[in-house]
């Protein structure tokens, strides 16, 4: 079973940035795609950002060219870097890791990031 540390968060100002981390430990299986979602109040979750284990990035529209995710495949680390943030973006955020083996794959969620856009 994986398990997953978010770090990050906190209040932003509009126009600022932000970036939240989310740290996978455990063994016994490989990390494959990796991803965050958030959930503004009173809203679904909705997916922001993934990354494939060779790095291979796709982003929600609403997000393109602001924010940023990547991962260090050592550390078993994704980053998710948010540039110009809106008051909109006021979410928590989760990370997600799609994990396993030859055998079997499970997801796994973070315990969500909070942080609050606003001036």
């Known amino acids: 079973q994986v398990q997953l540390v978010e770090s990050g968060g906190g209040l932003v100002q509009p126009g600022g940035s932000l970036r939240l981390s989310c740290a996978a430990s455990g063994s016994g299986f490989s990390i494959n795609v990796m991803g965050w979602y958030r959930q503004a109040p009173g809203k679904q979750r909705e997916l922001v950002a993934t990354?494939?284990?060779?790095?291979?990035?796709t982003y929600a529209d609403s997000v393109k060219g602001r924010f940023t995710i990547s991962r260090e495949n050592a550390k078993n680390t994704v980053y998710l870097q948010m540039n110009s943030l809106k008051p909109e973006n006021t979410a928590v955020y989760y990370c997600i890791v799609d994990y396993g083996c030859r055998w079997w794959r499970k997801n796994s969620w973070g315990q969500g990031a909070r942080f609050t856009v606003s001036a």
């Open positions: 990354i494939t284990s060779d790095s291979r990035p």
